[in-house]
């Protein structure tokens, strides 16, 4: 059974940082895309940054120079390293697995979110 738990959020000020873990379990990051997303309050749901199953990542614009994804694999987790963050990040991220070995064919499983939020 797939199952992720994502975990580290929290309230900050800006210009702090905080690390999200996502612990996953029944799949391995060997064989699948892994990524994480955020929903701001009002907005849609969007893509944060991913890890192909051949260890490319890719960050979204918004968050360029400022997170940082990585794994560790023999522990099937995920991490988002957020520095510098602004009141912009405010939402709650879900880590979720792809179908395929990269993100961009979709995602099956997602994780229950975890709330950040960032004081002005």
């Known amino acids: 059974e797939v199952q992720l738990q994502a975990s580290g959020g929290g309230l900050v000020q800006a210009g702090g940082s905080l690390r999200l873990s996502c612990a996953a379990s029944g799949f391995s990051f060997d064989d699948y895309g892994i990524g994480w997303f955020r929903r701001a309050p009002g907005k849609e749901r969007e893509g944060v940054s991913s890890i192909s199953s051949d260890g490319n990542t890719h960050i979204a614009d918004p968050v360029k120079g400022r997170f940082t994804i990585y794994s560790d694999n023999a522990k099937n987790t995920l991490y988002l390293q957020m520095n510098s963050l602004k009141s912009e990040d405010t939402a709650v991220y879900y880590c979720?697995?792809?179908?395929?070995?990269?993100?961009?064919?979709?995602?099956?499983?997602w994780g229950k979110g975890t709330q950040v939020t960032v004081s002005s």
């Open positions: 979720a697995k792809g179908v395929w070995t990269v993100v961009a064919g979709g995602m099956d499983y």
